[in-house]
């Protein structure tokens, strides 16, 4: 049965409507998902998190799928640069994906969110690595995401990773606060890639 990894976002959890929502249909249409608790998600790091998702996942093969949303995004591809050279993945669903963040955004919260942002924003990252662990990326933007800088960070996926770009009208950063508790498009694409 082909599996799911849906890693929630920065101060997020498995419990968000839009991901309970995913977890729901995904389920309903075959497939088996797993959403797991990421530690200290309200001050995330790189190195927990990587290793939650080693203890999670261990090593995927390619009826392995993974949704990320927000630092969850990046938490995948840092994940999928960890495993051996021949580990293949079915397909890569990224919800509100960056690398960079607007600045001003994150400094509103605090020196600590501005750390945090920039430990993510400034730990290298293997692209040629990252590219070759599936054909199938995809990044869902939303266009007026208030953290999320849209030109820089889908020329960046689109560049390094080919990835497939979608961009939403008005669905923010993809929370409940945005009035976003379901999203029929990475639903569909699942449909489609199975």
């Avoid at 669903?93 to 919260?109: H, N, V």
Wanted: charged letters at 30%; aromatic letters at 10%; proline letters at 6%.
């Amino acid at each position: 049965m082909p599996k799911i990894y849906l890693i929630h976002g920065w101060d997020g959890s498995p419990d968000e409507p839009m991901h309970a929502w995913l977890k729901q249909k995904l389920t309903d249409k075959g497939f088996e998902v797993v959403v797991p608790k990421m530690p200290g998600a309200e001050t995330p790091h790189i190195e927990p998190w990587l290793a939650k998702m080693k203890e999670v996942v261990g090593v995927p093969d390619e009826q392995t799928y993974f949704i990320g949303h927000s630092i969850g995004c990046q938490a995948v591809l840092r994940y999928l640069t960890t495993l051996p050279e021949q580990t293949k993945v079915a397909g890569v669903f990224l919800i509100a994906p960056w690398m960079f963040l607007d600045d001003e955004a994150i400094a509103e919260d605090g020196e600590e969110a501005s750390a945090i942002q920039k430990e993510w924003e400034s730990a290298p990252l293997d692209w040629n690595k990252l590219k070759n662990k599936t054909k199938n990326f995809i990044c869902q933007f939303s266009d007026n995401d208030p953290f999320v800088l849209l030109e820089k960070n889908k020329e960046l996926f689109a560049e390094k990773i080919n990835a497939e770009i979608l961009i939403d009208n008005e669905k923010g950063h993809f929370t409940e606060d945005d009035g976003v508790t379901e999203n029929q498009r990475v639903v569909d694409w699942f449909v489609k890639l199975k």
